[in-house]
């Protein structure tokens, strides 16, 4: 008889996988693809002396951002690297990196823009010095120069790593100045302009709190990491009535120590996510169907 774990994935999951993947040894130029147990991704990509914290492709397979740090997480910049007739490039700052930390990053479902998170200051407006989003929009293949992202209350807390459905409520953790009371939160989206942001209320064991949400493109499911002595990643979804069922922490193929930053293809076909492993830590992917199949 299937686990309880293994009916809720498989609903909220595998219903929803592409009926065709693209073949993406030859896409993504890796030898082998990952079964039930998480793999590296790309680790060549990660230099001696840095942190990876996060890793996103683009919705058409031929771009990979991820973000790296000091050991001693500063100066957190975003990396990019592409797929150009055939061959992936060498890394490079992505063209929304600035001079300040920036993080956080994911695409809305079609493509056309990038949320992320940055301290660089805001003009023109007196706000915290501390992390707050921002975004920029892909207009005929060019993209522009970042732009704040305001949620009129909480301009004055820490706020970042935001993932937007594609009905244009945006979701994403914040917390005080002093990262105490983080938890996940959501906005939508009125005549363009984000509405004051509403606590996600989800249930779960969690003792701390919750971050680095992905929510899937329909709206209909949320990954995320609750925080307790390390972080768990989860999963709920949501019912008919816009309530978020009782989350489910993924087994321990995935939840090993501490993950965090969740990422799904856009065909549901794999879950990326950030693992610490020895002081060190590194992007994973894991195929879904795999890790449901053999619970």
């Given at each position: 008889?299937?686990?309880?774990w293994h009916?809720?994935i ?8 592409s009926d065709e993947?693209?073949?993406y040894k ?12 998480p793999?590296?991704?790309?680790k060549?990509?990660v ?6 914290h996060?890793?996103?492709l683009?919705?058409?397979l031929d771009?990979y951002y991820?973000?790296l740090?000091?050991k001693d997480?500063?100066?957190?910049d975003?990396?990019?690297i592409e797929?150009?007739e055939?061959?992936w490039?060498?890394p490079?700052?992505?063209f929304f990196n600035s ?6 990053m ?6 056309k823009?990038i949320y992320?998170s940055?301290t660089r200051?805001i003009?023109?407006?007196d706000l915290?010095e ?6 920029t929009?892909?207009?005929?293949g ?5 732009e704040?992202v305001?949620i009129p209350?909480?301009r004055?807390?820490?706020?970042s790593?935001p993932?937007i459905?594609?009905n244009?409520?945006l ?6 100045l002093?990262?105490?009371?983080m938890d ?6 009125e005549?363009g302009?984000?509405?004051d942001?509403e ?7 969690n003792?701390y709190?919750?971050?680095?949400p992905?929510?899937?493109a ?5 990954i995320y ?6 972080l768990d ?8 009535k816009?309530k978020w069922s009782?989350?489910?922490a993924f087994?321990?193929?995935?939840n ?7 990422y799904i293809t856009p065909?549901?076909k794999?879950l990326?996510?950030?693992?610490e492993?020895?002081?060190k830590w ?9 890790l449901?199949?053999?619970?």
């Amino acid at each position: 008889m299937k686990s309880k774990w293994h009916l809720i994935i498989v609903s909220i999951l595998l219903l929803q996988c592409s009926d065709e993947s693209p073949n993406y040894k030859a896409l993504l130029g890796v030898d082998i693809l990952p079964n039930e147990h998480p793999i590296f991704f790309k680790k060549e990509l990660v230099p001696n002396g840095k942190l990876i914290h996060r890793g996103i492709l683009n919705p058409q397979l031929d771009a990979y951002y991820f973000t790296l740090s000091n050991k001693d997480f500063s100066d957190f910049d975003i990396y990019i690297i592409e797929r150009k007739e055939g061959k992936w490039s060498e890394p490079q700052k992505a063209f929304f990196n600035s001079e300040y930390d920036d993080h956080g990053m994911s695409f809305s479902p079609d493509g056309k823009r990038i949320y992320f998170s940055s301290t660089r200051p805001i003009i023109g407006k007196d706000l915290p010095e501390t992390w707050h989003l921002w975004r920029t929009n892909n207009n005929n293949g060019t993209w522009t120069e970042p732009e704040y992202v305001d949620i009129p209350n909480m301009r004055d807390k820490l706020i970042s790593h935001p993932s937007i459905s594609e009905n244009g409520t945006l979701y994403f953790h914040a917390s005080n100045l002093d990262y105490s009371k983080m938890d996940i939160y959501h906005s939508v989206q009125e005549e363009g302009k984000f509405k004051d942001a509403e606590k996600t209320y989800l249930s779960d064991s969690n003792t701390y709190g919750r971050t680095t949400p992905y929510v899937s493109a329909d709206g209909s499911f949320l990954i995320y990491a609750a925080i307790n002595k390390t972080l768990d990643l989860m999963i709920c979804q949501k019912d008919e009535k816009g309530k978020w069922s009782q989350a489910k922490a993924f087994n321990k193929a995935v939840n090993t120590n501490g993950q965090g930053n969740p990422y799904i293809t856009p065909d549901n076909k794999f879950l990326f996510f950030a693992v610490e492993e020895n002081n060190k830590w590194k992007v994973k992917w894991v195929d879904v169907e795999s890790l449901v199949k053999n619970q």
